[in-house]
């Protein structure tokens, strides 16, 4: 009996798609990408994505409140439009909930999902409640639009095109780290020193923001837009930056060379890796939860890109033979590997 852990997300996604075949002339791309593309009318298309979060696997609540799950549980969705070149419309909401939970929970983390919704303009459609008995379940689905010729796919880098990322990388992992260990120091006090275990933040505001409190990055596609600049390939990084560098080389057939120098982190994320003792290099390559968007563009626009506010040139695209490395510091080269989060793995341990 094969254990689903051996496989990991993706590769069980491969192992049970990679012999659909669509069969409607309206899909235009089914699975393999961010989104799955349906054909519109007057030249435009369709996006659909649908992400499911389950308690205890993708969250926390004794430290995630309700109002910011919801927040980030609908841009994790709008990021997966925006990483296609689209723009979110629509967005249907299922949920499974527990009898521990009380109307006022639910309000709070509706008002999470409307809150994200206002912002990018995205209209809550419909969608479905049931029972659990296990905790909370989210289960969401974003309707996206794109002009056809302009949704930007995995499989378009070519070699010699300049990898970018937006932000920075890093935080969220750190954000992590932080409140796992106030947890457990949390938990580990006598009932009656409860509130003297209140742990205290103070200076690492943004490193938990960008763990709770996720922006889908959309201003990034608009500046794009502005200047003229069309991705040759993008994904959003929500596995890590390493994860989804390796299926972007894998659905173009190329490789890449990234450096280390050139990698975007922010000096909190710094400081609470050196606390923590961990390799930030590796927090920022593998943490995960980042949703900024990786993509690719033409040589000829680097002085372009690079005016951007908030991008970073962090390497190119090269033949498939010469394989992903990441280039170090002092110049060694290492093979990237897909080391980020997965949660099948987490699942069966």
């Given amino acids: 009996m094969t254990q689903i852990s051996t496989l990991g997300e993706f590769g069980l996604i491969r192992h049970l798609t990679n012999d659909i075949t669509p069969k409607q002339p309206t899909t235009l791309r089914g699975i393999g990408d961010d989104c799955a593309v349906l054909k519109g009318t007057d ?57 521990r939970f009380s109307l006022e929970d639910i309000e709070a983390l509706y008002s999470g999902i409307r809150l ?23 289960s969401i689905t974003c309707v996206g639009e794109a002009e056809t010729n302009n949704i930007v796919y995995r499989s378009g ?15 969220a992992y750190m954000g992590l780290q ?41 201003v990034v596609i608009d500046d794009l837009r502005k200047h003229g600049i069309r991705p040759t390939a993008m994904m959003d990084i929500s596995d ?32 609470a890796a050196e606390e923590f003792n961990l390799n930030v290099t590796t927090c920022a390559l593998n943490g995960g939860d980042d949703y900024e968007l990786l993509f690719t563009v033409p040589l000829t626009d680097h002085e372009r890109v690079a005016a951007l506010p ?24 290492f093979d990237l590997k897909a080391q980020g989060w997965n949660p099948l793995a987490e699942a069966e341990k």
């Fill in 178 to 218: 932080l409140l796992e260990r106030e947890k457990r120091v949390f938990n580990s006090r006598p009932a009656q020193d409860v509130e003297a275990a209140q742990p205290d933040f103070s200076g690492r505001e943004y490193l938990i923001e960008r763990l709770l409190k996720p922006e889908a990055r959309g």
């Fill in 240 to 271: 890590g930056l390493s994860s989804e560098l390796l299926h972007i080389c894998q659905a173009s057939a190329c490789g890449c060379r990234i450096y280390e120098e050139h990698l975007p982190i922010d000096y909190q994320t710094a400081v």
């Fill in 157 to 171: 880098a070519k070699e010699n095109d300049l990898i970018c990322v937006s932000g920075n990388l890093g935080a």
């Fill in 116 to 138: 994200a919704c206002e912002r990018h303009k995205v209209d809550i459609v419909g969608g479905d409640t049931t029972t659990s008995l296990t905790g909370l379940a989210i």
């Fill in 43 to 99: 030249g435009r298309a369709t996006l659909l994505t649908t992400d499911m979060l389950m308690e205890g696997i993708h969250f926390d609540l004794q430290y995630t409140p309700l109002q910011h799950l919801g927040y980030k549980a609908a841009m994790v969705n709008f990021s997966d439009v925006y990483a296609m070149n689209g723009v979110p419309r629509q967005l249907l909401v299922s949920l499974a909930i527990s009898s």
């Fill in 310 to 333: 908030g991008i970073r040139i962090i390497g190119h695209i090269t033949r498939p033979d010469l394989g992903a490395r990441l280039i170090a510091r002092d110049g060694q080269e």
